[in-house]
């Protein structure tokens, strides 16, 4: 694949990621939306689909692919503290839960370390 094709791609993610953070900050918003609910089915579609892109061999369908990601993926990043926000809420008792937020925090500050290419 050429340098034009995957630079491509990372830009639809890219668009798509924002267009799933703002659609999910939208949705969570309404009164009759449940953003537990969005946020795992989100999750769940994006994992979904990364289990059959191993199949996709098409430019376009990695394109599609990437959209379709890029958007779960950010409604999953939006919605993730307000999930842990609400957990806490829920459950003042359990230690556990309080435990969540924080780790999710760090452990997405260390993914971003490992994958930054500082060359």
Known sequence: MSKTRASLIL??????NTVGRLAAGFLADRPWADSVFIHNVAVIVAGLLTCL???VFSFDLLC?????F?????????????LYNTLQQSSQESRSVRC???????SRMLHCLLECNFT
Not at 100 to 106: C, N, T
């Open 64 to 68: 599609v692919y990437a959209a379709l």
């Open 100 to 106: 969540v937020g924080p780790a999710l925090i760090r």
């Open 11 to 16: 830009s639809v993610l890219g668009v798509s």
């Open 53 to 55: 892109v191993s199949v």
């Open 70 to 82: 890029g958007g779960l993926i950010g409604t999953s990043v939006c919605l993730a503290l307000l």
